[in-house]
């Protein structure tokens, strides 16, 4: 043993004697060094679900979907058990992840049609200004969903304020949803592909004359709407608002992924050099589904599967395309999803019907719209290969918190007002997560301190019969601890009065009296 040991040590110190000639001779030119700028900007990418449920990934407990490539980022990453979107829908979850800054304080950020203005304040700082102001190329690749310009759009001409104006560099985004007109790719302002000739007109009141509707016009659908969705028809597929003219530029629906895909990689490549921020807002598995036909049939699921399994595969191609490019070591990602899931969000589309043993919602109660838990919390994982050791975590994350743990790790003092530092718990040096935090589903509020959650009463429906999903409405207070009972089934509000009352207290901090009387007082 002792000549093995000496050898050991004797080469140990030749090597060390080896770095530091080395670092002598080459100075701080090593990328690893702290205090070297270079190694506090790698690459940042977030890659952004939509409408993708707690329970939708492998890595999450399905056995039925296969998803290896998000499964892949699990387990090489941080897997959150806890990491929560703001909002149980998509504008206000966006709108949070950009800004910092909880959706509630903002009245407008609700689901927004296709015509409504920019909703971020262009004068507010953003995850991608700061990034800008640190020095990244800033761009965004898919779904916007937060406005654009003032309210009254010239879709023919520069579009604007947008995305460019609150902090992308570059951006390749659809103005809304994909089931909201227009239905039309927009890169930095301009729609892509207009023909002059051929203007685009966009309203949500009114149609344009001599134009078909999902309502008055079934024989022209190859999918048909069950609520909502019955206004213009594009591709066959009845949408949300008007829109008359723009026909070459419109989008082709199961080219959608492939389209986006691509302008991500290509986005990844042009900026390779770094350090760049990608924002890439995947459609899926959102409404309308509409899976390339490589993809129909893959997981027996019907479409709401098999655009999971295309999302999924869309994921492994991205990571290949960072990997050949050599950039994997260099590169935060950010997993998640803006809000949980829902089945049939307004179309017949099978979702329901060939669900089959599938809980998208995993062990949680409610989905998309819900004040429950599935509302928003949320698959939630960060991988950064090399930099970070695979573990799972419980700490209580939001993605409020990407905006100040970025602004730590790339030394900026701009910050989002209710974001919090959690760089190191996103780099699993630490389990300590955020202590508190207000949850938001269709403009009503709840709070989660610890492992309780508290849902102050809230008249209207418990149920939204139309997506079938349970709202979290009552009229008690209702009071959950989440670890003895992560379903939410039984209601400690009467048992522990005093929890009640530190939890409603809290919430009051946050939510101020005023905004918390709102639903405190069941009129
Ligand atoms: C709802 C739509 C739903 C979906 C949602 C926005 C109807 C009846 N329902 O109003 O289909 O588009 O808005 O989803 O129109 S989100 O993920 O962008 O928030
Ligand atoms: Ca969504």
């Known amino acids: 043993m002792k000549p093995n040991h000496r050898a050991v040590w004797r080469t140990a110190a030749v090597s060390l004697t080896a770095v530091l000639y080395f670092v002598l001779i080459h100075g701080c030119t090593n990328k690893e060094k702290p205090g070297d700028a270079s190694a506090q900007k790698p690459n940042i990418v977030v890659i952004y679900m939509d409408d993708l449920g707690y329970g939708d990934v492998g890595a999450y407990g399905t056995t039925v979907l296969?998803?290896?490539?998000?499964?892949?980022?699990?387990?090489?990453?941080?897997?959150f058990t806890d990491g929560y979107a703001t909002s149980a829908t998509c504008t206000p979850s966006r709108y949070a992840l950009l800004t910092g800054r909880y959706p509630w304080r903002n009245e407008q950020a609700r689901i927004l049609p296709g015509t409504a203005p920019l909703l971020i304040d262009t004068a507010r700082t953003t995850l991608p200004k700061m990034l800008k102001a640190r020095g990244y190329h800033t761009g965004i690749v898919g779904k916007w969903h937060l406005g654009l310009g003032d309210g009254n759009v010239d879709w023919n001409g520069h579009i604007s304020p947008g995305p460019n104006e609150v902090g992308f560099d570059h951006a390749h985004i659809m103005a809304a949803t994909q089931d909201r007109v227009p239905t039309v790719y927009i890169e930095n302002g301009y729609v892509v592909g207009l023909d002059p000739d051929d203007p685009i007109m966009v309203d949500y009141q009114n149609n344009f004359e001599g134009e078909p509707t999902g309502k008055d016009n079934p024989e022209l659908l190859t999918m048909k709407w069950h609520h909502g969705h019955n206004s213009s028809i594009v591709n066959g597929i009845p949408r949300i608002g008007f829109m008359k003219?723009?026909?070459s530029a419109k989008w082709s629906d199961i080219d959608m992924a492939d389209h986006f895909l691509a302008k991500a990689q290509a986005y990844v490549k042009e900026h390779r050099d770094g350090p760049f921020f990608l924002y890439y807002a995947l459609p899926q598995p959102h409404v309308p589904r509409t899976p390339h036909p490589r993809f129909e049939g893959a997981t027996g699921m019907g479409p709401r599967g098999d655009v999971i399994a295309e999302a999924d595969w869309v994921i492994g191609e991205f990571m290949q395309t960072l990997e050949e490019e050599e950039l994997l070591e260099n590169t935060l990602i950010f997993f998640s999803s803006d809000n949980g899931p829902v089945l049939n969000d307004g179309y017949y589309d099978d979702a329901v019907e060939k669900l089959g043993e599938h809980t998208p919602w995993g062990p949680l109660r409610g989905g998309k719209y819900s004040l429950f838990e599935a509302g928003t919390r949320v698959p939630f994982i960060v991988y950064w290969k090399g930099k970070i050791e695979p573990a799972v975590s419980d700490a209580l994350v939001s993605h409020l918190d990407i905006y100040a743990s970025l602004a730590a790790l790339v030394g900026s003092d701009q910050n989002?007002?209710?974001?919090?530092?959690?760089?190191?718990?996103?780099?699993?040096?630490?389990?300590?997560?955020?202590?508190e935090l207000v949850i938001e589903a269709t403009s009503r509020t709840a709070y989660r301190k610890g492992n309780w959650v508290m849902i102050p009463p809230y008249k209207g429906p418990t149920v939204n019969t139309q997506v079938n999903i349970e709202l979290g409405n009552s009229d008690v207070y209702q009071l959950y601890d989440l670890d003895a009972d992560i379903g939410q089934q039984v209601n400690l509000a009467d048992t522990h009065p005093e929890k009640l009352k530190e939890m409603l207290e809290g919430y009051k901090r946050i939510r101020g009296e005023q905004g918390a009387a709102k639903e405190l007082v069941l009129e």
Do not use: M, W, Y
Not at 416 to 435: C, H, N, T, W
């Open 66 to 79: 296969e998803t290896p490539n998000i499964d892949a980022l699990a387990s090489g990453g941080i897997r």
């Open 416 to 435: 989002g007002p209710d974001s919090q530092d959690l760089l190191d718990v996103f780099r699993g040096k630490s389990g300590q997560g955020r202590e």
């Open 245 to 247: 003219g723009g026909e």
